[in-house]
């Protein structure tokens, strides 16, 4: 299912976001959220937000939360992913260009985690991974003809990771929830670990994780053989 959250297809308030969130963990059984949006991590984003405690329910409930890392690359005054992105346990996805570029207005990762204080470590540190954002073309308002257009942004990555994700929940998903068939933090752990192991390294990632490119790129084909992995799957 899709949201705009208000008529005017704008995420608007916070309180709407963590309706949306909710409406999707509680009547739609959502296996995935995808979040392209975010707000600036500043002390006026408070940690303890109406979006943040409805991701934190979502991902207590066994759904994975996957959100823009922000196109804040450029703001000297910006020193981490946006919010909720930055939650442990969401996927923060960066952007990259058409050549396998970092896109310079991709939000970049603290090393340490606002919420908790301490030290962000594997698989957990921000962004996890980078996917395409830049001139994507796709659908758009239908007050244009044709109602297509080029979009950029940690956005426009968000959606192709969430739509990989969701593969793989549909090849390895009872699998992956075990015999009680319910996601618990390890389980979801076990998917954010094979995504960093599979990413694609770059030049920046030879350390293991870069601020912006997280552990590289999404490789879809190689996310989903390291799950089948980790699980010990013939």
């Known amino acids: ?32 959220i995808s979040l392209s949006l975010g707000g600036d991590p500043s002390e006026s984003m408070a940690f303890r937000s109406e979006t943040v405690e409805a991701v934190t329910e979502a991902l207590d409930a066994g759904i994975f939360v996957v959100a823009a890392a922000g196109n804040n690359g450029m703001r000297s005054s910006v020193d981490d992913v946006s919010v909720p992105a930055s939650l442990v346990g969401v996927i923060a996805v960066g952007a990259s260009t058409s050549k396998g570029g970092i896109w310079l207005n991709s939000s970049k990762g603290s090393e340490t985690d606002p919420h908790s204080g301490l030290d962000r470590v594997f698989p957990n540190q921000k962004p996890e991974v980078t996917a395409p954002g830049v001139r994507m073309f796709s659908t758009a308002s239908t007050s244009i003809s044709p109602p297509y257009a080029y979009s950029t942004g940690t956005s426009d990555s968000t959606v192709l990771v969430a739509g990989a994700l969701a593969l793989i929940l549909e090849l390895y998903g009872d699998a992956i929830r075990g015999e009680d068939g319910i996601l618990d933090a390890d389980e979801m752990s076990l998917v954010k670990r094979a995504l960093a192991t599979s990413a694609l390294a770059g030049e920046e990632t030879d350390s293991g994780h870069h601020q912006k490119r997280g552990y590289g790129d999404l490789n879809a084909v190689s996310w989903a053989e390291q799950v089948a992995f980790e699980l010990n799957l013939d």
């Open 1 to 32: 299912m899709a949201l705009a959250l208000g008529p005017e297809g704008r995420s608007g308030q916070a309180d709407r976001v963590a309706q949306a969130i909710r409406w999707c963990r509680i009547t739609q059984n959502a296996d995935i």
